[in-house]
């Protein structure tokens, strides 16, 4: 029996789950199966960052895309919604605008897939954790670790990490934070304390 | 396991049958233990009440009484409003059911019982969980009337306000451990129960209250199952459903609580490391005998499901014991107390780890097997202050990275 290369299999299970529920989304005319659409067709790419062995970036995935946007999506939707079931029609000419963006994003997207010199596979024994988190956390503090198995010495050089750009992230993320608690703040002061809704 | 199945099997067939043989046996510790959870519910609940509880079906305690209560659910007719949308409609049970099926996938059951041993297991356990308030609003949502509107606009404010939270907490053992590896975290805490992360520093103790509260409030249960308010809501975001696909709900919700309750066993209550290490004292988890480790770790599966059972019991307790909050209530304990506390404990449990990198209260756990933990310390609480790139980076970044090489016996 020849042996199934299973990595194969559930890449392409995961790229048609992906792909088809991204087109469903298109598609449909309902904003709430829009959502449900969207958040299968993120869950597959997040499959597919696990697939990669990325996993941290496919936690990242569910927790920011599909956990936070959907939810926080939904969420507005149902909060603005006027009718049971809305449903959404769209016009010819940002079917047109929508058409230009995406072809042009995907056209971006394959000459960079096409231009990558050499795909390393990456070895790991069954049932070993691939440390890709602690990686990940030495480089936002500035050592870039991953460096040292660069076979190459040259390429070695310039180890300063990510810990300006983490910073400016982190700065950043506060004063949104602080902004927001700003202006969701109540202007006057309500009689009642049963009011006192946050 | 792949490995041992290909001397039997062809190459192909022993992954699959690997992966479903993992597959298969979390189902059935969801399936089970949704079972058993429910029945141990009736119990508790009668027990506060002053009651029996079920004592009839299936002979003593009545123990079968779930077993007939799912018999009784499918032969119910399973009921569509004409109002919902339908494909949402009979789709929401299952998709609360994956996010906490998934769950269990990166959740180590003993040392190296692991479906997928992840690097980022915390991580991954927290993110997926957070999706099972999807299938509620979907619920809610399709359901196409008012009541499991309400029920849903409610768990999704919820739910979303108690990840903030619930967050900080679990980051505080990470950052005693140095990793997110849940295997790895439960091997740090090896030993006796004072090496447990709950009595690491007092601040990790207030943390781990914290820690319940949330996650009570964000697996939906009493005082904080405001989604399902019997009293306001007639049944919340599972009203208009019946028979089977209102008991996936519940086997979502019972499942989702044994998880958040095996998380807080592995992260603050040693996972399956004993009170005691009798193991150590047995000679069986240094033992380099397979059969021997096999003992232990079976030890610490029991261990470990206690822990979990306590937990789950404890929230049973709450639930019997508590009134429901009201909403403005839930959100002001969530964003006026459990952020603040949380954020406190957090800033505490960093400035202690910096103190005293070894533990205060038995600075050397000398007959601890794991060394190279006991390297890998200071090495977290140097990662987390920001000095750890201008000292050497390279040793601490080599020293991180061997606390990761340890090796599965799955």
């Known amino acids: 029996m020849e042996p199934i290369n299973w990595h194969s299999v559930f890449f392409l299970l995961f790229a048609l789950v992906g792909c088809g529920f991204s087109v469903a989304v298109l598609l449909t005319s309902n904003v709430v199966r829009m959502a449900f659409y969207l958040v299968l067709a993120l869950a597959a790419t997040s499959g597919l960052f696990f697939l990669a062995g990325a996993d941290f970036v496919g936690a990242m995935q569910i927790m920011i895309y599909v956990g936070g946007t959907l939810v926080l999506l939904i969420f507005g939707v149902m909060l603005t919604a006027r009718g049971p079931f809305i449903s959404m029609r769209t016009p010819a000419g940002e079917w047109i605008l929508g058409a230009i963006i995406g072809g042009s994003l995907l056209v971006v997207l394959l000459s960079a897939a096409t231009s990558v010199r050499a795909w390393r596979p990456v070895a790991v024994a069954e049932g070993e954790a691939r440390p890709t988190a602690t990686r990940l956390g030495m480089a936002l503090l500035g050592a870039r670790v991953d460096k040292l198995e660069e076979p190459d010495p040259t390429q070695r050089e310039g180890m300063s990490g990510y810990l300006l750009p983490f910073e400016i992230v982190s700065v950043h993320l506060l004063v949104v934070l602080v902004g927001s608690a700003y202006l969701a703040r109540p202007k006057k002061r309500a009689v009642g304390s049963t009011a006192e809704t946050v | ?410």
């Open chain 2, 1 to 410: 396991m792949a490995e041992y199945l290909q001397q039997y099997l062809p190459q192909s067939l022993a992954y699959l049958t690997a992966a479903l043989v993992h597959a298969v046996l979390i189902l059935v510790v969801v399936a089970l233990g949704t079972l058993i959870f429910i029945w141990l519910e009736r119990k508790v609940s009668g027990r506060i009440q002053d009651r029996l509880g079920p004592t009839r079906v299936g002979g003593k305690f009545g123990w079968l009484q779930t077993l007939a209560d799912g018999l009784k659910l499918i032969t119910k007719e399973d009921l569509r409003p004409a109002s919902a949308d339908s494909m949402l409609f009979l789709i929401a049970p299952y998709v609360s059911l994956c996010a906490s099926y998934v769950a269990y996938i990166a959740l180590p059951f003993a040392d190296g019982w692991v479906a997928i041993h992840l690097n980022v297991a915390v991580f991954f356990i927290v993110a997926v969980l957070g999706l099972e308030v999807f299938g509620v609003m979907l619920a809610g949502y399709a359901s196409g009337s008012k009541w499991s509107l309400f029920g849903a606009m409610r768990e999704a404010a919820q739910v979303v306000s108690y990840e903030v939270p619930l967050g900080i907490c679990v980051v505080v053992p990470v950052l005693i451990a140095g990793t997110m590896d849940l295997v790895a975290i439960g091997q740090m805490q090896a030993g006796w129960f004072f090496n447990w992360f709950l009595f690491h520093d007092p601040f990790t103790f207030i943390v781990f209250w914290v820690y319940f509260t949330c996650a009570t409030a964000s697996v939906n249960r009493a005082p904080f199952d405001l989604a399902e308010a019997e009293s306001e809501l007639v049944a919340g975001f599972h009203t208009e459903y019946s028979g089977v696909r209102w008991s996936i709900f519940f086997m979502a919700e019972y499942s989702s609580m044994v998880v958040v309750s095996a998380l807080a066993a592995i992260l603050f209550f040693g996972g399956w490391n004993g009170p005691l290490p009798i193991t150590h004292w047995l000679g069986l988890a240094d033992s380099a005998n397979p059969l021997a480790h096999y003992v232990a770790n079976l030890l610490g599966l029991i261990n470990f499901l206690g822990k979990a059972i306590a937990g789950v019991t404890f929230m049973m307790w709450v639930r019997w014991t508590l009134p429901r909050l009201r909403i403005d209530q839930v959100m002001a304990t969530c964003l006026k107390y459990c952020t603040p506390i949380a954020a406190f404990g957090f800033a505490g449990a960093v400035i202690w780890t910096f103190l005293f990198p070894g533990g205060l209260v038995i600075p050397n756990k000398d007959w601890v097997v794991q060394e190279e933990y006991q390297l890998d310390e200071p090495q977290a609480q140097s990662a987390a202050s920001t000095s750890a790139a201008s000292t050497s980076p390279l040793a601490h970044a080599d020293s991180g990275l061997h606390a990761e090489e340890h090796h599965g016996t799955d």
